[in-house]
């Protein structure tokens, strides 16, 4: 089982809630694409006495060993897009997570 985990912090002017609905899409390409695999996404906030202050969303994944997902550049096109649209992803691995084909 390969657990990752994608941190996505927003650094551009653009509203949070067009960068999560691409987020959403993409999480649902994910989904489509290894579906015996869990993938979720959850939104990142930081409470406050006078409101609360979005910090962007994480992106977990749990697949199995030799989910072509994993072989493939689905995994990679995505972290690329993410940059691309200013989301500023950090990838996250468990520490004692065996190396995967280059994808941590």
């Given at each position: 089982m ?41 939104r ?15 992106v ?6 030799g ?5 493939g ?15 500023q992803p ?6 004692d ?8």
């Open positions: 390969v657990q990752l985990a994608i941190r996505c912090h927003p650094c551009v002017p653009v509203s949070a809630s067009e960068l999560e609905r691409w987020l959403e899409r993409e999480v649902d390409d994910i989904r489509a694409a290894a579906p015996r695999a869990t993938v979720r996404m959850s990142l906030t930081q409470g406050r006495r006078d409101s609360g202050l979005d910090n962007g969303w994480l977990e994944l749990e697949l199995s060993d989910e072509p997902l994993l072989s550049d689905r995994l990679f096109q995505t972290l690329r897009d993410m940059r691309l649209l200013g989301l950090t990838l996250l691995e468990p520490r997570a065996p190396t995967n084909g280059g994808v941590a």
